[in-house]
């Protein structure tokens, strides 16, 4: 699942700027809302709470430092990005000081906006993630005790003990970024910094910027020094996801910080020492990305002083009862639902299916389940006609499980038919935007609806676009 995006709102009165950023964003995958005075906008964000906010300082009715002084007070941790005039500089700094995450220049340049968008959200999310994972569950693990897993969490002990690269091989959904969590919470370094970089989704012009940092004016739109991941992750580990699909000029950069522990913030001249565990990972053939001159040998010798493979879905298959009794008990107590069971026939039908999408698709399954089963137990007839229906609707293969005689209609007869179609709808729409990256442009092209269209339905359902957990 790529990673998803995120929502911001855009207070500014100006008609020409809130089209242009909600373009610009909307492109990029967010989705977007927007206000051109203060009032409406404090009513809107009381109905959904966004990731960001792009703050105009000049609005009419109130005050752009009243505006957020009221966001700070109703949302601490909310990010607030101001966007300036050149003369509003100082008032901008002023703003940074009491906690604004960021201030934008007018005019605004695209590049500038994704960057500081981009790490507002993915911090704030980190917050909310944290702060979901204390109040409702337990920290990630890994689950199964199979004895492919077993010899998992024994080639993580073994890195956990040292300090060396590690590189994380297996295919998408199989838990690459829980192996690295576990890898570091495990060693010396757990009560440092865990950085995660999805290095597929930032654009190749800006790689380099967001690894190593920059200083104030080293290209256009740098107005303020940013600490790349690397600096971020000083004392614990930076995770590399994808790298892969890293451009050979950030490898070569990267390649350094491996040999000598230095990192140069672009426009800065002077070199930097961090003390960074690198934790790598892909899902592609990198020996065949050399051959076809995409990826450095010498850094792929670097990264292979350790390559840990984690085995797909289908080679530990008796571990799903374990991982389908986890992830039913943790959407069940997230959404308030009752528990269910699942009868043991049940059980084998889901480990007689192959799980292309490994551990990721079978839990986007058992939430899935869990959204239209109105009754205290699934049985088995249920999982054949969910995993049917499943397949079909992203146009996959049919289910490869037995066939188990009539098939369950997963509806309680006594409810009345439009509240089971909404849920139905309102599970599609969400499994749609999760398949697109919470990119709602290209969600509403696989629906075949209009994007308008898309944001009514997501506003009726209270959907909001989040971030997928490997």
Avoid at 134 to 157: C, F, K, T, V
Wanted: glycine fraction near 6%.
């Amino acid at each position: 699942m790529a990673e998803s995006r995120g929502l911001v709102f855009v207070l500014d009165d100006e008609p020409d700027i809130v089209e242009a950023l909600t373009e610009v964003l909307e492109d990029e995958g967010y989705a977007c809302r927007s206000a051109r005075d203060p009032l409406t906008a404090l009513a809107q964000l009381e109905q959904e709470e966004p990731d960001a906010v792009l703050l105009d300082l000049r609005l009419p009715y109130m005050d752009g430092r009243e505006v957020f002084q009221r966001l700070r007070r109703r949302y601490p941790d909310l990010p607030v990005l101001i966007i300036t005039a050149h003369g509003d500089i100082p008032t901008a700094v002023e703003f940074i000081r009491q906690g604004a995450f960021e201030f934008l220049e007018k005019p605004l340049h695209r590049e500038r906006v994704l960057t500081a968008v981009r790490n507002a959200v993915e911090q704030y999310r980190l917050k909310r993630t944290q702060a979901w994972l204390q109040h409702w569950a337990a920290p990630p693990r890994l689950l199964g005790h199979s004895p492919a897993i077993e010899r998992l969490r024994e080639e993580i002990e073994r890195a956990a003990r040292t300090d060396a690269t590690v590189l994380i091989v297996g295919e998408s959904g199989s838990g690459k970024e829980l192996v690295a969590w576990e890898i570091h919470h495990r060693s010396p370094r757990r009560n440092g910094p865990f950085v995660r970089v999805n290095c597929a989704a930032i654009p190749k012009e800006l790689i380099e910027s967001e690894l190593f940092g920059h200083k104030k004016g080293a290209f256009t739109g740098a107005i303020s020094d940013y600490r790349g991941k690397f600096e971020q992750a000083d004392g614990g580990s930076i995770f590399l996801d994808e790298i892969g699909d890293m451009s050979l000029e950030a490898q070569a950069k990267v390649l350094r910080v491996l040999e000598t522990g230095e990192i140069e913030p672009i426009g800065s001249g002077q070199s930097r020492f961090v003390r960074v565990r690198v934790i790598a990972a892909t899902n592609q053939d990198l020996a065949a990305r050399i051959r076809q001159g995409l990826f450095r040998e010498d850094l792929y010798y670097r990264l292979t002083v350790l390559v840990i493979r984690v085995p797909p879905l289908r080679e530990h298959r008796e571990d799903i009862p374990e991982l389908v009794e986890w992830f039913a008990e943790q959407y069940a107590r997230r959404n308030g639902l009752p528990a269910i069971r699942w009868s043991p026939v049940a059980l084998e039908r889901l480990k007689a299916y192959a799980w292309p999408g490994n551990v990721r698709e079978l839990r986007n399954f058992v939430e899935y389940c869990l959204t239209l089963h109105t009754r205290p137990e699934i049985t088995a007839a249920d999982v054949e006609a969910y995993l049917a229906d499943l397949r079909r609707r992203v146009g996959g293969p049919p289910a490869e499980v037995p066939a188990v005689g009539p098939v369950s209609v997963p509806v309680d007869p006594a409810g009345p038919l439009h509240a089971f179609l909404e849920r139905v709808e309102k599970w599609y729409i969400q499994r749609v935007l999760e398949q697109t990256g919470g990119n709602v442009a290209e969600a509403a092209r696989r629906l075949k609806i209009p994007r308008s269209n898309l944001y009514k339905k997501m506003e009726k359902y209270d959907i909001k676009i989040r971030k997928g957990v490997e």
